[in-house]
């Protein structure tokens, strides 16, 4: 059993992928996904449901834009102030479209924080990892002792590093 994946067309300038899958009993989730719309059907759906919730799961998405540079900023300060007692602030902290082979990087002197845009529609959670990750070098410049015992303080370190190799790039964020 797999699942079915077809592109389909809706009143909707986004591209929307809806995948079937005979696993997927009741739930359905919707969620960006690059420049397109992937919405997650179970199979046994009439065509009238499917384009129901197509229309609804699309319109939801729609009312919610995607995270700015603000957000990742308050994003920081929050983890900062959770995992290492809000002593450590960036400058800056925002997405950036230019890094093809890094998660995320610092420049310690300036304190300005940059993650790849690749990571948009990647869980909160391995967001917040790269930007632990990230704050820890306003502390340590390199990835020493210290370094890993200060990011290990983030509760989903391990599996944060998990998914970011299993997406195709290295563990460490920069």
């Given at each position: ?9 809706t ?30 059907l ?38 900062s ?23 995320g ?10 993650l ?10 391995v ?21 890993r ?26």
């Amino acid at each position: 059993m797999c699942a079915l994946v077809k592109p389909v067309t809706t009143s909707h300038p986004e591209r929307v992928v809806v995948i079937r899958s005979p696993r997927r009993l009741r739930t359905i989730s919707a969620r960006r996904r690059g420049e397109a719309i992937e919405i997650r059907l179970p199979l046994g759906l009439t065509a009238a449901e499917e384009q129901a919730w197509i229309e609804r799961m699309t319109q939801r998405l729609k009312r919610r834009p995607p995270p700015g540079d603000d957000d990742l900023m308050r994003r920081a300060e929050a983890l900062s102030r959770r995992h290492f007692s809000g002593g450590l602030r960036p400058a800056s902290v925002r997405w950036t479209d230019n890094q093809k082979s890094r998660w995320g990087s610092c420049t310690i002197d300036s304190g300005a924080i940059r993650l790849s845009s690749r990571m948009r529609d990647f869980p909160d959670w391995v967001v917040d990892y790269v930007l632990v990750h990230e704050l820890a070098h306003l502390r340590y410049r390199t990835h020493g002792p210290r370094f890993r015992t200060l990011v290990s303080r983030y509760a989903l370190a391990e599996r944060a590093r998990g998914y970011l190799i299993a997406m195709g790039g290295q563990a460490e964020a920069d």
